[in-house]
Every structure is written in structure tokens, then in C-alpha cells.
């Protein structure tokens, strides 16, 4: 069974910089992202990288996030630059086997997939 563990996450004043980890417990799936729930908020896609390096980015974190993966490591990040306010919420890591590499299916992916338990990113003014 894939386990899957963030870290990275804590408290950063906007215009901060964050890099969150995702540590795999075996070699990745064919897809990995990063999807977050601000609080009373739905769930939104932030990033997915496909084995070939293929990345997406949602469009209110394109040019501030970057997401890449050691594979040596079993390590994926999400290194957050430019951090807004509205960037507050848990982060957490995903791995997916089947379906589209894309940023905006990865929380519904989540529900079939493997899912960290979460890392917590707030960001204050």
C-alpha cells in the first residue's frame, strides 16, 4: 500500500516563499499533485506532474508554484513563491495510477487514489 507523507507546511507572511515535500513510501504512480481545501471551501487542484515530467498548474498559482519530483527519492514538492493570503489552506499530496494527469482532476482522483494526510499552509497580511 502507497503511503504518502507532506511536510513543509507552517505560517508565512504574503510575498513568503514555502516548499512543501511529499515523501512516498515506493515508486510513484503514473500521475502526482498537489490539490488543497482552504477552510469551508471545496476542494481545488494546484498542480499535477505526469513519469514524463508534464506538468499543469491552476491559473491562480501558474509563475508562482512549481512542482517537480526526485524519483530517486520518491519525493515530490511544491515550491510556493509569491505567496498570497488566499493561498491559505491544507495542502495535501496525491498519487494516481489510471486517468488524466491534469491539476483540476485531482481531488475528485483523490477520492480513488492515495492521499496524504495533509499539510497546513497559512499565509497572513
Known amino acids: 500500500q502507497l503511503q504518502l507523507v507532506e511536510s513543509g507546511g507552517g505560517s508565512v507572511q504574503a510575498g513568503g516563499s514555502r516548499r512543501l515535500s511529499c515523501k512516498a513510501s515506493m515508486s510513484t504512480l503514473h500521475c502526482m499533485g498537489w490539490f488543497r481545501q482552504a477552510a469551508g471551501k471545496e476542494p481545488e487542484g494546484v498542480a499535477a506532474i505526469g513519469t514524463d515530467g508534464t506538468t499543469s498548474y491552476a491559473d491562480s498559482v501558474k509563475d508562482r508554484f512549481t512542482i517537480s519530483k526526485d524519483n530517486a527519492k520518491n519525493t515530490l514538492y511544491l515550491q510556493m513563491n509569491s505567496l498570497q493570503v488566499e493561498d491559505t489552506a491544507m495542502y495535501y499530496c496525491?498519487?494516481?495510477?489510471?486517468?488524466?494527469?491534469?491539476?483540476?482532476?485531482?481531488?475528485?482522483?483523490?477520492?480513488?487514489?492515495?492521499r496524504g494526510q495533509g499539510t497546513q499552509v497559512s499565509v497572513s497580511s
Open positions: 496525491v498519487a494516481v495510477g489510471v486517468g488524466s494527469c491534469k491539476w483540476w482532476l485531482l481531488p475528485a482522483q483523490a477520492e480513488y487514489g492515495y
